[in-house]
């Protein structure tokens, strides 16, 4: 299996613009994570899925964000409008939850909001 | 709230020698807790997983130990080399949530 997929590895966008970031957990998996990562913040959850749906939005900053899976193999983290301080390493992971296993991420979506 | 955290933050030894790192969280109601491995520009690598009714897991090298009761997990990395240089993060599976709680990670540098 080719692992997450994630795109675009690297994004530079200006402020006010929106940004998409997509991601193709691996086949068979039946929960997806989007995380973010900053020096100050360290990791943290935005929201996860299960089957397509989503279970735990908490982690989502403001409206100006929005995730949204259609089907098992295809998601997407929409930030509209970006703002300086949404410049962060987003991650996509998924998982097949059976009592706990091993959750694989993807390589990242590098986001600099100027 | 699971907060969990690592210390050090960051560890710097020569080449060949064996080290542990440590992680602790403050709710002991977890499914698992997980090492994860991060070099700089990736993503993150499970190294190790272990479940919430097991003590230790090996893997080569790596040996993860979990005292639940405690909140507490290490990782030993026995004889270690160049290429173990990397941000090692501990995570812990919230039960009833089944989403993962990250610390800060430690950030190790092997010297040769």
């Known amino acids: 299996d080719a692992g997450v997929i994630q795109s675009p590895r690297h994004e530079v966008t200006e402020m006010g613009q929106e940004v998409t970031l997509r991601c193709k957990p691996i086949s068979g998996h039946d929960y997806l994570f989007w995380y973010r990562q900053t020096m100050m913040r360290g990791l943290e959850l935005l929201i996860y899925f299960n089957n397509n749906v989503p279970i735990d939005d908490s982690g989502m900053p403001e409206d100006r964000f929005s995730a949204k899976m259609p089907n098992a193999s295809f998601s997407t983290l929409k930030i509209q409008p970006s703002e300086p301080r949404d410049s962060a390493v987003y991650f996509c992971?998924?998982?097949?939850?059976?009592?706990?296993?091993?959750?694989?991420f993807g390589e990242g979506s590098w986001l600099t909001v100027v | 709230k699971q907060e969990v955290t690592q210390i050090p933050a960051a560890l710097s030894v020569p080449e060949g020698e064996n080290l542990v790192l440590n992680c602790s969280f403050t709710?002991?109601?977890?499914?698992?807790l997980q090492w994860f491995r991060q070099d700089p520009g990736k993503g993150l690598t499970s190294l190790l997983l272990?479940?919430?009714?097991?003590r230790e897991q090996t893997s080569g090298r790596l040996n993860a130990s979990l005292d639940k009761s405690s909140g507490r997990s290490t990782l030993y990395i026995a004889a270690s080399q160049p290429g173990d240089s990397a941000t090692y993060l501990c995570?812990?599976?919230?039960?009833?949530?089944?989403?993962?709680?990250f610390g800060q990670g430690t950030r190790l540098t092997i010297n040769p």
């Open positions: 992971a998924s998982s097949f939850f059976v009592k706990g296993n091993t959750i694989y």
């Open positions: 709710d002991s109601a977890i499914y698992n």
């Open positions: 272990i479940q919430s009714s097991q």
């Open positions: 995570a812990v599976v919230i039960q009833g949530a089944q989403k993962l709680v």
